[in-house]
């Protein structure tokens, strides 16, 4: 009887360990987490602050998920290291968990800034409930906000706050907000609809300064002027979890690295979800994909390599859906190519705009702003690398839907070969 | 200073990048389409249902009453064709009442701009000429085009200009309609639940109300609307959207009936209304037509057409228009939608069409200059509020010749003063001309290219087919610049080039609007009275065809032709096709029972060598020889 | 036409017959309604939650067809819910949302390969086909006029389909 550990308790974690149990009823697994509550769903974490869910709702596993599944659990208690040699974590405390396979899902810290006054109360990143309850605790008190960072998480927090009724400032350094991701077009319809509902984006400024006694109360501009402020919210990106695995000699770049099994350089140690540098497959190259779907995805598929069945993995696409006051954006793979040899197509209006990255015929990369239907579709063709060039033309069509790749399914079956393709096509002969 | 002008392919962007949503985007948020509708196997005429017929045979091959796919289906059609007759004719009875009130001095904005055909048609109806006025003969004349509508007993008067041939057939056949709107109330009688049941009587009874149209109907809107408004005569002008005038009020008029639109065209010549807009900083107005009203004015007036029956959201969506104005038929309710972004005024004039979110300013024939002025007015008023910003005219636009009629276009033919069809019958006696070919018809976006007119118009002319044309599809090739001259010595065929240089005339020939397919029936009624190719309209090498077909009255127009003996191609699929009874009928049987018969295909070139062939078996069946030229076939797509 | 009554478990699919399908949307009407108070056509148009439908019917060059949630065996959307609403019956296949938990991330619209989850804007949560579970069958294919639809194992499928074509 093996002895399963797993460090994490998030996406990866248990999903991890949710497969393990599937697939082998004996087994004896652990989850170690800092965390005392968990089986939260930390994306729903600006939910609770606009107030759309309550902490019920957060919970993305049954409360007796560890009973029923039989699984034991070290909360509320920080894995410190690990000896790959002796095949032991030691959490905080001096507690030693020994293992036989270890899966690491110590997922990934909000990256910080490195500005005075960061110190200050009133200044947070939202990654954990206790920061999300304390934001919550403070907002009576709150009038103004400021958001540093015009990416998605950015805005995803600022929508939270906008949507409590606060004044809510993006603080954006790039000459618009999610240049990461779309051109200057698209990111005005999203800007347009977060501004609409009170939300204002202040584009080409960076906070100097972090002002104010024990509490933060203004912000100083590169411009030189001042903002006032009760609550900062730095939404800037994730960092990688990594300082266990390094010290342990495992191979750490971005993120640790694992092969196509999820197996880091040690081949009892697992690794998965944001704190995993994996394939990506639609920039061809090795990234942390720091997402709940390839967290859940990357959690199964390591377990079953813990328990001997070597599943590779297809690799990780970066994706990602927010919702603004009712205006969709999905993004997806390379949506932004810095190099040659991309083709772009896209078709835009004031309500909506539509974004294809291809590179030799294939997709590598979507921006949906507004209807967002065919996203699923346009994932799968992705993921499973199909040349689209019988239906580029029609890709930024409303009428571009499941059916208008069939001829496809049928032409790359080899490609489709999971059943529920097959179940389509069994009556279509092109 | 100018903006420079863009295509009329980037219109269609910019209304995609601003959200507007036409009817390119309509369609395809309906497609799929039902096949049910699509096949003409559902049935709504009572309320044992709604029912429907599985085309697979599998499931119920018979209503709840037991109709089956044939009756229903031909109940469906019937219906489709007494609709298309009711609209043609509805239009061709408020001419000739407007001609009675003209007469009785109630119209006085209206006048007799043709005496020859005033006193022509009043001789026809036995009417009394000598020695009275004008306007005498139009009140006697204009009691009687309306007696023909409420008829009991006999035909209308204008079924004795038929050739015999027909007349004999139709009276055999028990389908001469008596009066107007009697065939047509028949129809909505007999294709009730529990009426009639036999597909092929069902038939014979849409062929009777769509006799009533082409031959009633249709043909008096159109002698009515020459004594009117005058006969046409062969005019020069310009047809699509770079018509419309960055700084000029541009006045768009759209929709059918001329007795609208001829006096819009009269109040924007005003001295005082074009002084208004100087006033407001315009230097003039321009005045657009859009569908079959367009070419009313255009063959009368030399009015420049701003577009078919597809173009008209885009042409609000230049930003260039003051106003448009519409009276009835192939109105998109969606223009309204289109409009809210631009300062254009969309004014509705007809009590019988309103449209929620247009202006409605009731337009009546007794003081029609009046009101006229006031929609001119309105739309001058607008003009101040244009955003030149949001001003996108396209560059294309196109000279085209119009105005020929079955008067007069045989004059063009025979020599200004020998009128007569002699010329033409010889041409296609001696082969030089392979026959005619009439391509009418509605624009239909189920059309991807939009291109279908004209690819079977070109095919056909290349093939020496004299081709003839009316309505929005007359637009469409105008547009390709089909409807000039030069047009023969880059398209036709060698002899259609022949006749077309030593006359001056375009290979193709604008007709008018669609009630004015009444002048093709006339000018083959002329071609068998000329004699040497036949003694009925059945046996002449001719045929029709509407490529792109949409509305019910292209429905009446098929059957009126099909009965009255000719080939008629459809380009889109027709709602019978559920019932392979109903499609033999169509498509076979019913030759046998008037000469005539139909043929659908959506490729156009197919299309048109399905004409050709049908005119080669004519052309055989007269002993008539050999085209003299031989032409290639362009390959269908 | 027989209409079996089949419920889901491991084997059985609901399959759309692409040479049947007239495309008449029968099945999207019959689907809304199922998914509405009142379950009549006529009362559920005015109902003050619309009810939607779960399946949308598409053309495929000339061709239509029904296209429905396939309750994937391993199901991109169940491993996208980042809200646990999303998840796997092991008895019957069936993919299962429970609407409580649903807050509308629309992370299941962005990864179902087939598009057949859709958001509901009224309600803000994610709308997919839950198999008609008021009823012995289901809706779309009890209701499909020409027989298109059908529930049953992929061997049943298709021996009906060569049946057709003798």
Redo the contacts between chains.
């Keep these: 009887m093996a002895d399963h550990v797993i460090i994490g308790a998030s996406a990866a974690g248990v999903a991890a360990a949710e497969t393990l149990r599937k697939n082998d009823k004996k087994a004896s697994i652990t989850i170690i987490s800092d965390e005392k509550l968990t089986l939260y769903s930390r994306c729903l974490l600006t939910y609770l602050i606009a107030g759309a869910i309550d902490e019920e709702k957060l919970i993305f596993k049954g409360k007796d998920f560890y009973e029923k599944n039989n699984i034991k659990t070290l909360l509320g208690k920080k894995a410190i290291s690990i000896d790959p040699k002796k095949k032991a974590v030691t959490l905080e405390g001096g507690t030693t968990v020994s293992y036989d396979k270890l899966l690491i899902a110590t997922g990934a810290t909000p990256k910080s800034v490195n500005i005075p006054g960061v110190d200050k109360k009133g200044i947070f990143t939202i990654r954990k409930i206790d920061e999300a309850r304390t934001i919550i605790g403070m907002l009576d008190g709150v009038k103004e906000v400021a958001v540093l960072g015009g990416g998605l998480i950015g805005l995803r927090d600022a929508y939270a706050l906008g949507k409590k009724g606060k004044d809510v400032f993006v603080i954006v350094k790039s000459p618009h907000i999610l240049s990461q991701m779309v051109d200057k077009g698209a990111s005005g319809v999203i800007a347009s609809t977060l501004e609409k509902n009170g939300i204002k984006i202040m584009t080409g400024l960076a906070a100097k300064e972090f002002l104010g006694g024990d509490s933060v109360n203004e912000i100083l501009l590169d411009d030189g002027k001042k903002l006032k402020c009760q609550l900062v919210i730095i939404g800037k990106g994730v960092k990688p979890n990594t300082d266990i695995a390094s010290s342990a000699g495992l191979k750490v770049e971005d993120g640790i690295k694992v092969d196509k099994f999820l197996k880091t350089s040690d081949k009892n140690i697992f690794a998965a979800g944001d704190v995993a540098e994996t394939y990506d497959v639609a920039r061809q190259a090795n990234r942390i994909n720091a997402l709940w779907p390839c967290a859940v995805e990357q959690g199964n598929i390591a377990a079953l390599n813990m328990l001997g069945k070597e599943a590779a993995y297809d690799g990780s696409l970066s994706m990602n859906s927010v919702d603004f006051f009712g205006l969709r954006c999905i993004s997806m793979g390379i949506t932004k190519p810095k190099e040659e040899g991309y083709e772009i197509i896209s078709k835009s209006s004031e309500h909506s705009y539509k974004k294809f990255v291809l590179r030799n015929n294939k997709i590598v990369g979507m921006v949906l702003v507004g209807d967002i239907k065919c996203a699923g579709v346009v994932s799968a063709l992705i993921k499973k690398g199909i040349d689209v060039s019988s239906v580029k033309h029609i890709l930024c069509e409303t009428k571009f839907d499941y059916a208008k790749i069939m001829p496809l399914v049928k032409k790359f079956s080899d490609k489709f070969k999971e059943e529920e393709y097959q179940d389509t096509i069994a009556s279509y002969k092109p | 200073m100018a903006k420079e002008k863009i295509s009329a392919e980037k219109l269609h962007e910019i209304c995609y990048s601003c959200g507007i949503e036409t009817i390119w985007q309509r369609y395809d948020a309906q497609d799929p389409h039902c096949g049910f509708g699509t096949l003409g196997l559902c049935c709504k005429n009572c309320n044992l249902g709604p029912c429907r017929i599985d085309p697979f045979g599998e499931g119920p091959q018979v209503g709840t009453c037991g109709a089956n796919a044939d009756t229903i289906s031909a109940r469906n059609l019937a219906r489709h064709a007494a609709a298309g007759s009711a609209c043609h004719s509805d239009h061709g009875r408020e001419i000739a009442r407007t001609l009675l009130l003209f007469g009785q001095g109630k119209a006085p904005s209206y006048a007799i701009k043709s005496e020859e055909k005033l006193k022509k048609v009043a001789g026809e109806y036995g009417i009394k000429i000598e020695g009275r006025k004008n306007e005498e003969i139009a009140v006697d004349l204009g009691n009687a085009m309306l007696a023909d509508f409420g008829k009991q007993n006999e035909a209308p008067v204008f079924f004795k200009r038929a050739p015999k041939k027909q007349q004999k057939i139709w009276k055999n056949l028990k389908i001469v309609p008596q009066g107007i709107d009697r065939p047509i109330v028949e129809m909505m009688s007999r294709t009730n639940i529990g009426v009639d049941a036999d597909y092929k009587n069902i038939m014979l009874g849409t062929m009777k109300t769509s006799l009533a149209d082409g031959w009633a109907g249709s043909m008096i809107a159109t002698e009515a609307s020459d004594i009117l408004f005058g006969a046409p005569q062969a005019i020069r002008s310009q047809v699509n959207l770079g018509v419309l005038k960055d700084d000029e009020v541009n006045i768009i008029i759209h929709g059918h009936v001329p007795l609208l639109s001829d006096v819009i065209v009269t109040a924007t010549r005003d001295e005082e209304m074009l002084k208004l807009a100087k006033s407001k900083g315009a230097k003039g107005i321009t005045i657009a037509g859009i569908c079959c009203t367009a070419n009313e004015i255009l063959m009368r007036r030399g009015v420049p057409v701003a577009g078919s029956f597809l173009q008209q959201e885009l042409a609000i969506a230049t930003g260039a228009v003051e106003a448009m104005v519409v009276d009835l038929q192939c109105i998109l309710p969606g223009l309204t939608t289109v409009a809210s972004y631009f300062h254009t005024k969309l004014i509705s004039t007809h009590p019988k069409a309103k449209f929620p979110g247009m202006e409605h300013i009731e337009f009546e024939e007794e003081k029609a200059l009046e009101v006229a002025k006031e929609i001119v007015t309105k739309a001058i008023e607008n003009y101040p509020k244009r955003d030149k910003k949001k001003v996108n005219i396209p560059k294309e636009k196109m000279e085209l010749i119009a105005g020929f009629t079955a008067e007069n276009i045989f004059y063009y033919l025979g020599g200004k003063y020998r009128g007569t069809y002699r010329p033409l019958n010889d041409a296609i006696i001696s082969g030089r001309i392979r026959g005619v070919a009439g391509v009418v018809g509605c624009d239909n976006p189920k059309i991807q290219s939009s291109k279908a007119h004209m690819q079977m118009v070109k095919e056909l002319i290349k093939h020496d087919v004299l081709v003839v044309q009316t309505g929005c599809s007359a637009l469409a090739c105008a547009r390709e610049g089909l409807l000039v001259p030069e047009a023969a010595g880059k398209f036709a065929g060698k002899g259609i080039q022949e006749v077309c240089e030593a006359v001056g005339i375009p290979p193709v020939l604008h007709l008018g609007s669609c009630v004015d397919n009444s002048r093709i029936l006339i000018a083959c009624t002329n071609m068998v009275k000329e004699g040497g190719i036949g003694e009925g309209i059945d046996e002449l090498p001719v045929a029709g065809a509407a490529p792109e077909w949409m509305s019910e009255k292209a429905i009446a127009i098929g059957w009126y032709f099909v009965a009255s003996g000719a080939l008629v191609v459809f380009g889109n699929e027709f709602p019978v096709s559920g019932s392979k009874n109903m499609m033999k009928y169509v498509t076979e049987d019913v030759e046998k029972v008037t000469g005539g018969k139909w043929a659908f295909e959506k490729d156009p070139i197919k299309g048109a060598h399905i004409i050709i062939k049908h005119i080669d078996k004519k052309r055989k069946a007269l002993k008539l020889g050999d085209v003299m030229y031989k032409s290639e076939t362009t390959k269908a797509k | 036409?027989s209409k079996v009554k089949v419920k889901k478990d491991k084997d059985i699919?609901i399959?759309?017959?692409?040479?049947?399908?007239?495309?008449?949307?029968t099945c999207e009407l019959a689907c809304a309604v199922e998914h509405s108070k009142s379950k009549d056509l006529a009362n559920s148009i005015i109902e003050k939650d619309t009810p939607r439908k779960r399946l949308?019917?598409?053309?495929?060059?000339g061709?239509?067809?029904s296209?429905h949630c396939?309750?994937?065996?391993?199901a991109?959307?169940v491993?996208?819910?980042?809200?646990?609403a999303l998840s796997k019956d092991e008895k019957t296949g069936a993919t299962l949302q429970d609407n409580?938990?649903c807050?509308?991330?629309?992370?299941?619209?962005?990864?179902?390969?087939?598009?057949?989850?859709?958001?509901d804007?009224a309600k803000?949560i994610a709308v997919k086909c839950d198999l008609c579970p008021d009823r012995d069958d289901y809706a779309c294919v009890a209701t499909c006029?020409?027989?298109a639809l059908f529930a049953g194992t992929?061997k049943e499928?298709?021996k009906k389909?060569t049946k057709k074509k003798k």
Excluded at chain 3, 56 to 61: E, L, R, Y
């Design positions: 036409m699919t399959y759309c017959d692409v040479t049947k399908c007239v495309a008449c949307r949308t019917v598409s053309a495929i060059n061709k239509s067809i296209v396939q309750h994937c065996k391993e991109p959307c491993t996208a819910c980042m809200s646990g409580e938990k807050v509308g991330c629309w992370m299941c619209v962005m990864t179902c390969p087939f598009g057949a989850i859709v958001g804007s803000h006029p020409t027989g992929k499928f298709e389909l």
